[in-house]
């Protein structure tokens, strides 16, 4: 489940496949990444204001390029709301879970989100909650347990990256409720010129703002420019020609990307209780994209 760019971005004559393998990558930097920043001395939630702040000039730029009608009245509280709750919120939760349990835990536990969508479909857009998406939310419950228990090297499982981690899975999966709705009225670009520099907005009062190196502001602007802005176009891009249970399938590798540079590159290894923890949450996402007709 990923929020689509359905009106914009690129592709050419790149495989669609191809463009969501390559978003899948972009999207397992994040972690990475912010971890570099934060550990650069970049506290967490400067890491996710930056991150809304500068992706959000991108496609406010996009959009003034492109001429795109930014939401008005009714339509702009809406967009606002989320840029707090979906960026504010969500960004800073992300951050603060790869700062608490590691980049590889954050990624697993952002996998959470869809069964979050199914959950929260149920319960405000009353949506059918069947044998397999009630199957699949007891997957993930089951995989947190076993992530819980099974911890790893490098890999600090605690209360609190939980937490952060599960936050970050429920304000993400706010993007398929406001994109069921927006997605299609507005062109995206335009919505997330708005709802990006409102979520820095929120989250600038609560940052210890840091002196920065050029390291420090290299990752920064990778996050930025890689993992939210390039990313969320190119699987746009793929989507367009591909049928969204296909792209979901690809893009669940993000993790996979994910606990791997975090193994290489910061010696983080989850346990194999964890392991199989991880292939239970997993699957269950799969499981959810394939069981919706709109998962994206």
Same mark, same amino acid.
């Given at each position: ?74 339509? =702009? ?43 929260? &479909? ?6 059918? =909650? ?25 890999? +600090? ?13 429920? +304000? ?16 995206? +670009? ?86 199989? &923890? ?19």
């Amino acid at each position: 489940m990923r929020p689509a760019l359905t009106q914009s971005g690129p592709g050419g004559g790149v495989p669609a496949p191809l463009l969501i393998l390559c978003a899948a990558v972009l999207w397992g930097l994040l972690g990475i990444l912010g971890k570099q920043a934060q550990g650069s001395g970049v506290g967490a939630l400067e890491v996710a204001f930056w991150r809304a702040a500068l992706g959000g000039g991108l496609f406010a730029l996009h959009a003034a390029v492109t001429r795109s009608a930014l939401p008005r009245g009714r339509d =702009l509280l809406v967009t606002l709301g989320f840029g707090v709750l979906g960026v504010s919120v969500f960004y800073g939760a992300y951050q603060l879970a790869v700062r608490s349990g590691g980049a590889s835990l954050a990624s697993v536990l952002l996998y959470t989100a869809p069964a979050f969508v199914a959950l929260l &479909g149920w319960g405000f857009l009353r949506e059918r =909650l069947g044998g397999r998406e009630v199957l699949a939310v007891a997957g993930t419950l089951g995989g947190i347990a076993l992530i819980s228990l099974g911890g790893g090297e490098g890999v +600090t499982v605690t209360a609190g990256a939980l937490a952060f981690g599960l936050l970050s899975g429920l +304000t993400y999966s706010l993007y398929y409720l406001y994109g069921k709705t927006f997605f299609h009225r507005y062109a995206p +670009t335009a919505l997330y010129a708005v709802a990006l520099p409102v979520g820095a907005l929120g989250l600038a009062p609560f940052v210890d703002w840091a002196p920065k190196s050029g390291a420090a502001w290299s990752s920064l602007a990778a996050i930025a420019v890689l993992s939210t802005y390039l990313a969320y176009l190119a699987y746009s891009a793929g989507l367009r020609r591909l049928p969204a249970t296909r792209a979901s399938v690809i893009a669940s590798l993000e993790p996979v990307v994910a606990a791997g540079l975090a193994a290489l590159l910061f010696g983080e290894q989850l346990s194999l209780l964890a392991l199989l &923890g991880a292939v239970l949450v997993m699957g269950a996402a799969l499981t959810l994209s394939r069981a919706s007709k709109d998962p994206s």
